[in-house]
């Protein structure tokens, strides 16, 4: 019988379909284990070969745990509100809503085809007012509390008040924007847009003014991602750093929870450490430092994990953002700071940081006083100094910190070793490593003048000591329309009104025009009748506890339910792309946290286990916009002669790096009109190898393998490519070897019979399911790929009938290969309809099936391997020796020589010493 893998996969995909095969509900009587992956955007563009990648592994583990007896909870869903599809609907007049239908059907189409074991019964969608009602709920239940840090926990805004009634601000220990402090008087004497102002400084989600990457041509706020180059990726728009009131979510509340967190999860160190930076927890102080001529109150404020170095400040440096500067910059230096912060709103805060060898400030004509000596220090403003991390505002000690040190020699500004400072009160003995001549430090060693400098800073009361972290609050709300609607309004005050949960979810408007308006407000602006907030949520919203929602989707009185919550608790297996280490990652921990505070859930933290997969690669190509002459093109080899922004173009209309030209024009109506600079006569793209992403149109589509091969094929092939983890190039010159294997397992198991197995053919088996559970534990699916062509090539040398040996084999392979091994469980090894392969217990090894009952040894004369003998397990060591002096092979490598000795390490190697 032929192997038609079309016909078998479109059946079974069918039958599994109708009789809920991959259905699940809470089942205390049963283990639980939930599996997640990392739901997808969806595109037009549709799934690329890359993208199955993690689904695989992770639906190879679901099918392996549920075998094993668990409960497997699987789900899948769209993360579909975003800013393409509405980029998509400006450009074509297609509301989003419609495209996303389209995009999302088609992705269920492909990953259909490829058989996961979704339970679809509990699929979701961010852009369904049905799911995003619970997302607005959070947004509430987040405005309605601050984070108490002497409980280290969040509580109702309520209980702040209250305390601020009977107290003021005495005694309050609360996360914070701005330190505040005020009666109990005071406080009720304050207007109710005064207090809302107040309270607004301690709410877990509240507004602000906050620096954002502005794209005026896209009319709305990007992402540090959505920038390359001081231009949006989408459109090629010049951004600008702007500062606008925001919607924030108060992230760093939770700095040291998301901190410590880290200990207990079972990810790899990598990815801890690169939460661990982000999070970025220093010890130090705050110091003071008057500006000449300035009012009192009017003090540079920077933050120093070094205060012991402050002898040796030189220079101070502000961001280009900071308040003071024009308040401080002189005449003389006016025009060119202006100039130098206009050039500054071009570069992302991502770019700022990257590069570290571009070098570059103004001097503003002010001067800092040094608060210990009073020494008079000049004031810069320069870019690689950060408005949103720190203070905003830094001590430049150049001879002790690169940056500073590359500042100062760019700007020929003194770089004194702190040694050679001369001061009034102390001084550092750099090489001694002790502060002298000071009448409260003298003769201390470094790591006990620090504490002594921060005690000093608090007597002297010019700072205190702080803890701080990189981490900063995260930017909540977009000026777009395809987005969660904040569920606010305003008074005649501007004071913001919640609406009433009862009355939640508030629906996103219909309207057919998805562009700001005139004067730049959002496009919700331009909705009749809309009465509220018009900014709408990010992507990151929808994303951060839909893991909860899977859990009791359909319950349309609570984000979950409790006693359903305590059942599946929290994701046993995460699997996704280490690119969201930063951004989803720790939104969702913030996010659980919270929800945990407040009793809605039974766990701390959402994920206890996390792997990443690596990234399929592709060949991506690049054309290159002329950024002065707007919707110009210039060939490859002629670019330098311009300037330029690279952006990547869809692979599938370039030939040879050649472009096609009308097929550019055709491709996305905002190259309708594109103009070229050919060299001779043809547009040269550029290239590289990189991720295999719809972003940079370098994708494989997955139909074209399912098709020609069949998804059993692109399953196994996929893992067969290398170790999970790791980046690799897509190549399909090894699909054919997976194939056959397919073939060669149809045939074999298509002549099962009842014939007893062999002690051979045992052996083979048992370790084949050894070693396939040690690689499913440990990931390593490639080696599980390779493990069972051995098995097989081996099986076909025993000429293997016996169904003892074949059935276990094919329960073995199920979960890489579902649609042939549930054909193979019903046909030749004749289970019932009802008996799923998808339920058949995992096959456990016996280990007395693999002892080896003889012994390979390496036979070496004087150190040196010569031959190999195989001698049985039960043989005394002097038996073996005695076999290899008569052995001919001795002879010949003794070469007339007397055999001294024969040395018998059992089980290891045999020496003969001549």
């Not at 479109?10 to 939930?34: C, I, L």
């Not at 309605?144 to 840090?149: A, L, Q, S, V, W």
């Not at 933290?605 to 002459?629: A, C, H, W």
């Not at 290398?722 to 690799?728: D, M, T, V």
């Amino acid at each position: 019988m032929e192997y038609d893998f079309r016909e078998i996969e479109r059946k079974w995909q069918q039958r599994w379909a109708e009789a809920g095969t991959y259905r699940v509900e809470a089942d205390p009587s049963r283990p639980k284990y939930y599996v997640l992956d990392m739901f997808p955007y969806p595109s037009g563009a549709g799934l690329h070969v890359g993208h199955p990648l993690g689904y695989i592994a992770s639906d190879i583990y679901s099918r392996y745990k549920r075998q094993k007896g668990f409960n497997v909870l699987h789900p899948m869903g769209y993360d579909a509100f975003g800013l393409p599809a509405e980029q998509y609907a400006i450009q074509t007049g297609q509301h989003p809503a419609v495209t996303t239908e389209q995009n999302i059907r088609r992705y269920r189409e492909q990953l259909d085809k490829i058989g996961f074991s979704f339970d679809w019964s509990r699929e979701v969608r961010t852009c369904d007012p049905g799911y995003y009602k619970w997302t607005q709920w959070a947004f509430e239940q987040m405005y309605g509390h601050y984070y108490d840090t002497a409980a280290d926990r969040a509580k109702p805004i309520a209980a702040l008040e209250a305390h601020f009634a009977a107290h003021g601000t005495a005694g309050l220990r609360a996360a914070c924007g701005k330190e505040q402090n005020f009666t109990a008087a005071e406080w009720k004497a304050f207007t109710p847009k005064e207090q809302s102002d107040i309270l607004m400084n301690y709410r877990l989600a509240y507004q602000a003014d906050t620096l954002v990457n502005w794209c005026e041509g896209l009319g709305t706020v990007l992402a540090n991602d959505e920038v390359k180059d001081g231009l949006s990726i989408r459109g090629g728009f010049p951004v600008e750093q702007k500062l606008m009131r925001q919607w924030l979510l108060r992230v760093t509340a939770y700095a040291e929870r998301l901190l410590a967190g880290l200990d207990n999860l079972e990810w790899s160190e990598s990815l801890k450490e690169i939460q661990r930076n982000w999070i970025g927890k220093s010890t130090g102080a705050t110091m003071f430092f008057p500006i000449k001529g300035q009012p009192e109150e009017n003090k540079l404020e920077i933050f120093t994990t070094r205060a012991d170095t402050v002898f040796g400040v030189t220079f101070m440096v502000l961001a280009p953002e900071h308040p003071y500067i024009r308040a401080i910059v002189t005449p003389e230096q006016q025009a060119a700071v202006e100039a130098y912060i206009a050039e500054t709103k071009k570069r992302s805060e991502r770019e700022r940081m990257a590069d570290t060898k571009r070098v570059s400030g103004v001097f503003t004509g002010a001067y800092a006083v040094n608060p210990f000596n009073g020494t008079e220090i000049p004031i810069w403003i320069s870019d690689y100094v950060l408005a949103g991390y720190g203070t905003g505002a830094i001590m430049a000690v150049p001879a002790h910190d690169s940056r500073d040190w590359a500042f100062a020699k760019h700007f020929d500004l003194p770089i004194v070793p702190i040694i050679e400072c001369d001061v009034t009160e102390g001084s550092y003995d750099a090489k001694e490593g002790k502060l002298i001549n000071s009448d409260f430090l003298t003769g201390l060693e470094v790591k006990e003048a620090i504490p002594a400098m921060f005690r000093a800073i608090e007597e002297r009361g010019i700072g205190h000591r702080k803890v701080n972290y990189r981490l900063r609050d995260a930017i909540f709300s977009r000026q777009r329309y395809w987005g969660e609607p904040f569920p606010v309004s305003y008074d005649a005050d501007g004071v913001p009104q919640l609406v009433p949960e009862s009355e939640l979810p508030l629906v996103l408007p219909e309207t057919d025009n998805f562009t700001p308006t005139k004067d730049g407000q959002p496009p919700l602006a331009r909705v009749n009748g809309w009465k509220y907030e018009t900014s709408t949520m990010p992507g990151f919203a929808g994303s951060s506890a839909y893991y909860l929602r899977y859990m009791d989707p359909h319950n349309d009185k609570a984000l979950v339910d409790p006693q359903i919550n305590k059942y599946w608790e929290n994701v046993d297996l995460y699997v996704g792309g280490i690119e969201h280490a930063t951004g989803h990652l720790m939104y969702s921990r913030f996010w659980n946290k919270f929800l945990f505070d407040l009793g809605y859930v039974c766990k701390d933290e959402p994920f206890k286990k996390l792997v990443n997969q690596g990234m399929i690669q592709g060949r991506s190509n690049f054309v290159y916009r002329v950024t002065d002459r707007p919707n110009t093109y210039v060939s490859y080899g002629l670019k330098e002669q311009y300037k330029t922004q690279e952006i990547h173009v869809d692979v599938n209309i370039v030939k040879n790096d050649m472009l096609d030209l009308e097929a550019f024009k055709a491709w996305r109506p905002e190259f309708k009109e594109a103009e070229f600079i050919l060299e001779d006569g043809k547009y040269v793209c550029g290239w590289a190898i990189e991720k295999m992403s719809k972003s940079m149109f370098n994708v494989v589509n997955p139909d074209m393998i399912v098709e020609n091969y069949g998804a059993d094929t692109l399953r196994m092939y996929e893992m067969f490519l290398g170790p999970l983890e790791q980046s690799k190039p897509w190549d399909t010159n090894g699909i054919d070897g997976v194939h056959k294997f397919l073939r060669r397992l149809w045939r074999i198991v298509g002549n099962a019979d009842d014939a007893v197995p062999t002690d051979a053919e045992l052996k083979t088996l048992h370790k084949t399911i050894k070693k396939i559970g040690e690689d499913i534990e440990n990931f390593s699916f490639n080696t599980s790929v390779s493990a069972f062509m051995i098995c097989l090539n081996e099986l076909y040398d025993h000429k293997t009938t016996s169904r003892k040996i074949l059935e276990p084999l094919v329960a073995l392979v199920a979960p890489f290969a579902p649609h042939i091994a549930e054909e193979l469980w019903h046909g030749p090894l004749g289970h019932a309809p009802a008996e799923s392969v998808c339920d058949a217990p995992y096959p456990v090894y016996d280990e007395k099936y693999l002892a080896e009952s003889s012994f390979e040894y390496p036979v070496s004369f004087n150190g040196k391997m010569r031959f190999k003998r195989t001698f049985d397990r039960s043989m005394t060591p002097d038996a073996i020796a005695e076999a290899i002096r008569a052995d001919q092979q001795t002879a010949r490598y003794a070469d007339g020589k007397a055999i001294r000795k024969v040395i018998v390490v059992p089980g290891k190697i045999i020496n003969v010493v001549c």
